[in-house]
């Protein structure tokens, strides 16, 4: 089973900055990596996939990057509706493996 | 547009068993691969199984092989989870998710709770 670690779990951001999100592999998953945000209450939507494709419909301000196992996930100037859970994903080998989560908080 | 809405989950004794269905329209179902993952309270996400549009490729996440089963019907537009032998660990809110066929998933239902206990 591939581990997928996620850095930091909390991460305290105001207004307007930017939050920097990381995600590591226990072992190469190429590009077979998405991100999703939760927000309290919601189910989670995809924000991003192969890394860093962006989902139809998901704002610029989100950018994925990285390949085989360290990831990054960017969120430049962060609004309210952007304080949320992201998890990011690996879909390149059975089990589909999530990340421990980071909460993103003002 | 795209609808999942999943039902059956509920309270259930350990060892219990239950059938979770998640019926899905906006779309041609038998298109899509399907999975279901499923969050614990006050916890992150679990991916838990995974059914092909065809039906005929399953995958399971190791804590609930030979005790869960996913299935689909695609006349009815519905995929199921057949869950037996139900420990307190299995309680969680379980979503069905739609996959393009890429392995993401990419739309996701409001989930149905499960909670087993005594």
């Known amino acids: 089973e591939i581990v997928m670690t996620q850095s930091p779990v909390t991460l305290s951001v105001s207004p307007g900055e930017r939050a920097t999100l990381s995600c590591r592999a226990s072992q190469s998953v190429g590009s077979n990596l998405a991100w999703y945000q939760q927000i309290p209450g919601q189910a989670p939507r995809l924000l991003m996939y192969?890394?860093?494709t962006r989902l139809t419909g998901i704002p610029a301000k989100f950018s994925g990057s990285g390949s085989g196992t360290e990831f990054t996930l960017t969120i430049s100037s962060l609004q309210s509706e952007d304080f949320a859970v992201y998890y990011c994903q690996q879909y390149n080998g059975w089990p589909h493996t999530f990340g421990g989560g980071t909460k993103v908080e003002i | 547009q795209v609808r999942l809405v999943e039902s059956g989950g509920g309270l259930v004794k350990p060892g219990g068993s239950l059938r979770l269905s998640c019926s899905a329209s906006g779309f041609i179902f038998s298109d899509y691969s399907m999975h279901w993952i499923r969050q614990a309270p006050g916890k992150g996400l679990e991916w838990v199984a995974f059914?092909?549009?065809?039906?005929?490729?399953?995958y399971y996440v190791d804590s609930v092989k030979g005790r869960f089963s996913i299935s689909r019907d695609n006349a009815k537009n519905s995929v199921f989870l057949q869950m037996y032998n139900l420990r307190a660990d299995d309680t969680a809110v379980y979503y069905c998710a739609r996959d393009p066929n890429t392995g993401v998933a990419a739309h996701w239902g409001q989930g149905t709770l499960v909670t087993v206990s005594s």
């Open positions: 059914i092909s549009g065809s039906g005929d490729a399953t």
């Open positions: 192969g890394a860093s």
